[in-house]
């Protein structure tokens, strides 16, 4: 497993077989040990989802592309209309990880997340209705469902009768979900009773299929995941939201008065809601990531055209450095999405069983580049691109979600520090019963973290040594050993915050963010230059780009790993904490010049 990189022959090895399903390559980094088995060679699209991509790609290309102007107008308009939702119905885009057999196309995550990226580079609401459905909205009936279950209502779902929504979030229960206050009391014929009103659900002025959860405190758990269809009495929807952006994604309350639910749609185990809802949003992750992939390919496209056409100063602003260094960023940024969100879907796909940190990593990853790339993009365009007969401020707008929804970031960087901090933590002998029943109790809203994995801590893997017949192509060779010594640095810095703070790194944020940045930019970056010594083989045109790719990323990742590995010892923790202590205390920014 702990092999040296550069001595193993990882381009002739295939992706599958070598694959440690229950390992995690986030976790082991605060190890210090790079899982190559996990991350090389850089996995293939099946040929089943190859085909069948080819033919979703082109009809969706050939149904969206002349309707710019009606997304602009949807947009205004804040609303979808029936028979646009009907088109995509007819397109089979409900349908799309529902197994062949219920009368779906039966896609991978990978191919999945692709088709989210092709419709994303179309319209980011459009990309909404489809992924709440399917990411989201009827996961948990694929993943949790009975064989009943599935009979009743996937074959309704993969054609679109039914529209599918995922109601957890409430007016007092955003982050912390485990505060949700709907509930559920069992009559005594086994049946449920269901009180209390959600928030902000996608889909929810046209989903008919809800995924449901609510209090059911009892020996078994405190909440409970049921499925609930909108036609039931009791069942009702608010208004349309009107949102900043996706305003064409239908976003409602949707509420509860006593609605009478049959004990057959208890989905998964009473009292097992939390898990069922945490493993719903961390198996959809890529969903989103594969979207946001999509609208950055889409801008780079716009931008470069942009750049081309305007001319000031007597030359296309192509030409000036500022504006060629916006084109570059933005497709370092795009490739490093991809290179990461498709590994993840690949790991999902081949029944890894530990890839929750890797799921949050891509979508905290792949939703900022997205925000940087939208921001770039508008920029280049200048005034242009701030007025609304451009669709660069609307692609601001709809990008804006993406940090804050499916887990918000800061919410998901704390999951990325701790969930691999636990095992760490764990392995340190005078640490582990503190460790133990510290991290079994997660802040509640940050998901199911694993189990003890008894590993031992082990900090030299030798991986940063030049192999002779290393078989990574030369020029990454240089790169991938800034990311075993940062790996290495890593795990000192994750051993020390453990033994200074003990439990209390609980409490350190701060800590916390520094040490989930670090294994951000460390398996972002391997998941870069896999995809790049793949890419060098099979597609020598492009070698030079995607060597700059990897050159770009993993010198500006390195800048970043120096600031956070140095921020260990020293930081401003105290004094940024003091200052917010007293601007909030004050409730206002107390200087004027006046
Ligand atoms: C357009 C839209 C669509 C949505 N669709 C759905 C849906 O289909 N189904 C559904 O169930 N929900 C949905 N949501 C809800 C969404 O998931 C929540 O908005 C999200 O989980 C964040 O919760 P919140 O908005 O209550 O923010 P809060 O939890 O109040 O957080 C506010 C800020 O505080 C930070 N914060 C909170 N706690 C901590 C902490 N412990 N440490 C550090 N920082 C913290 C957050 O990161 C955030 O920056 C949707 C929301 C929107 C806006």
């Given amino acids: 497993m702990n092999t040296q990189l550069t001595d193993t022959p990882v381009a002739a090895a295939a992706a599958g077989p070598s694959l440690l399903l229950d390992q995690s390559v986030a976790k082991q980094l605060l190890f210090g040990t790079v899982l190559e088995e996990n991350l090389f060679p850089y996995p293939e699209i099946s040929e089943h989802d190859r085909e069948a991509l080819a033919m979703i790609v082109e009809s969706i290309d050939r149904f969206l592309e002349d309707k710019e102007a009606d997304f602009a107008r949807w947009d205004r308009d804040a609303r979808q209309p029936d028979d646009f939702v009907q088109a995509l119905r007819d397109l089979g885009l409900f349908g799309l990880i529902i197994p062949e057999e219920f009368g779906g196309l039966g896609l991978s995550n990978a191919a999945y997340a692709r088709v989210l990226a092709q419709t994303s580079g179309h319209d980011s609401s459009v990309s909404l209705t489809i992924g709440a459905h399917s990411s ?168 470069v055209a942009q750049a081309q056409e305007r001319r000031q100063f007597e030359r296309p602003i192509s030409g000036f450095g500022l504006v060629r260094e916006k084109i570059a960023q933005m497709t370092v940024d795009c490739f490093a999405a991809e290179s990461a969100v498709w590994m993840v879907a690949h790991y999902i796909d081949s029944g890894c069983t530990d890839y ?150 609980f409490e350190r944020q701060y800590v916390q963010k520094r040490i989930a940045d670090l294994i951000i930019d460390l398996f972002v970056g391997l998941c870069v230059i896999s995809r790049a010594d793949s890419l060098l083989r099979q597609q020598p045109a492009t070698a030079q780009q995607v060597v700059e790719i990897a050159t770009i990323f993993t010198h500006q990742a390195r800048r970043r790993m120096v600031r956070n590995v140095r921020g260990a010892a020293h930081n401003e923790d105290q004094a940024i904490d003091s200052l917010a202590g007293a601007i909030i205390e004050r409730g206002s920014y107390p200087w004027d010049v006046l």
């Fill in 136 to 303: 989201i909205g009827m996961k948990g009936l694929l993943l949790f469902g009975t064989g009943e279950q599935k009979a009743r209502y996937l074959p309704r779902l993969a054609t679109g009768e039914m529209i599918a929504a995922f109601c957890l979030t409430e007016p007092g229960a955003g982050s912390d979900a485990a505060a949700i206050r709907t509930a559920a009391l069992r009559n005594p014929d086994g049946s449920w009773t269901l009180n209390g009103e959600k928030l902000w659900i996608t889909n929810g002025g046209i989903a008919d299929f809800f995924t449901v959860f609510a209090r059911t405190d009892g020996p078994e758990g405190k909440i409970t995941a049921f499925i609930v269809e909108a036609g039931w009495p009791g069942v009702s929807r608010g208004q349309h939201e009107d949102k900043m952006g996706i305003r064409a994604s239908s976003t409602t309350t949707v509420a509860f008065s006593d609605v009478r639910v049959p004990p057959e749609c208890v989905l998964g185990e009473v009292g097992k809601g939390f898990k069922v809802a945490m493993g719903i949003l961390n198996n959809g992750r890529t969903g989103l990531g594969g979207g946001a992939v999509g609208g950055m390919k889409a801008l780079i496209r716009r931008a």
């Fill in 356 to 505: 929750s940190t890797e799921a949050a990593i891509t979508k905290v990853f792949a939703s900022e580049a997205m925000q940087r790339s939208a921001y770039e993009a508008l920029q280049i365009a200048g005034g242009s691109g701030y007025m609304r007969d451009m669709p660069y401020e609307r692609y601001t707008r709809d990008a804006r979600i993406l940090p804050i929804f499916e887990g918000a970031n800061e919410i998901l960087r704390l999951f990325i520090a701790l969930s691999a901090l636990k095992d760490v933590g764990t392995s340190l002998s005078e640490l582990r019963s503190a460790m133990g029943s510290l991290f079994n109790d997660p802040i509640k809203g940050f998901g199911v973290l694993s189990g003890y994995a008894g590993r031992r801590f082990n900090r030299a893997t030798g991986l940063g040594k030049e192999g002779v017949d290393a078989p990574l192509a030369p020029p990454l060779r240089p790169l991938v050993a800034v990311y075993e010594n940062y790996a290495r640095a890593a795990a000192r810095v994750a051993e020390g915050s453990l033994r200074r703070h003990g439990k209390g790194i």
